[in-house]
């Protein structure tokens, strides 16, 4: 099994789940409209069945593909390509802790230049005061 193969059944479980969910509002609509009409008309229960049954045909076929993909993923995982990801999720890891401890760090050092800012401020008010 090859990164291909998992990336097209990924492609054909979203392409289904997209007709799952284009089947399921079908259904709704059938049934709102059956139901709209039931009061005047017997409802077309052959057309209803037709629309549950597609629907339940996509579901299963959604199962089966997300089934081979969790049974898959685990081959995928030991690909050399997997490896290089993890090595650079965990470089990355690194490199945000170090991002975060020197913004902590220049984050006090400003914090301590206002302060020296400030009191710079009230030493020459208070010189200037003195000196009046």
Request: charge should be neutral; avoid cysteine.
């Amino acid at each position: 099994m090859s990164n291909r193969e998992v990336y097209q059944k990924v492609n054909v479980a979203i392409e289904t789940l997209s007709n799952l969910w284009e089947s399921m509002l079908k259904m709704i609509q059938a049934v709102s409209a059956a139901s709209a009409s039931s009061l005047t008309v017997e409802p077309d229960l052959i057309q209803l069945q037709k629309v549950r049954k597609h629907y339940e045909q996509l579901l299963t076929s959604l199962r089966s593909t997300v089934n081979w993909l969790e049974n898959n993923e685990i081959k995928a995982a030991s690909s050399s390509n997997y490896k290089n990801i993890v090595l650079l999720e965990k470089e990355q890891a690194g490199l945000k802790e170090e991002s975060e401890r020197v913004t902590t760090q220049l984050k006090g050092m400003i914090s301590q230049s206002y302060a020296l800012q400030f009191q710079m401020e009230m030493f020459l008010s208070s010189s200037q005061k003195m000196s009046i």
